[in-house]
């Protein structure tokens, strides 16, 4: 049997800020921000604190936080992995990130063809 494919992953550096957040603000959650006021950078909330709705995708976990991303925003992105980073600078305005010197960055790679089909027989969800 073949492992499941990662839609979303992160830095060791990422998972470190994760680790640091999380101990400042108790269990977090991630939303891919699609634009507007932050761009389109990864968002990180106090779990239960960003409303999602129902055309949400779930992704995966970052150690343990879950990440969505909108449906539409979903569509431009499903054949590509995101790989969260942390680099200097300031986060997005409603991001726990903000403040701390440091932001969630978003990177990326495209799927191979195999990946792409794996990923199509793959089961979504949580």
């Known amino acids: ?3 499941n494919i990662e839609r979303v992953m992160a830095t060791p550096a990422a998972l470190a800020f994760i680790g640091e957040l999380r101990r400042r ?3 977090l959650m ?3 921000s699609g634009g507007c006021c932050d761009g389109s950078t990864p ?3 106090a779990a239960g604190e960003f409303d999602l709705s129902d055309t949400d995708v779930y992704l995966g976990n970052l150690d343990g936080a879950p990440f969505y991303i909108g449906l539409e925003q979903f569509g431009y992105w499903e054949h590509t992995q995101l790989i969260i980073d942390v680099v200097d600078g300031n986060g997005g305005m409603f991001s726990l990130d903000n403040g ?3 932001r969630f960055l978003t990177r990326s790679r495209l ?3 195999e990946e792409n089909g794996q990923l199509r027989s793959q089961a979504p969800g949580p």
């Open 1 to 3: 049997m073949t492992a």
């Open 30 to 32: 991630f939303f891919q």
């Open 43 to 45: 968002m990180c909330y």
């Open 111 to 113: 799927f191979t063809d």
């Open 25 to 27: 603000h108790g269990p």
């Open 100 to 102: 701390t010197g440091r």
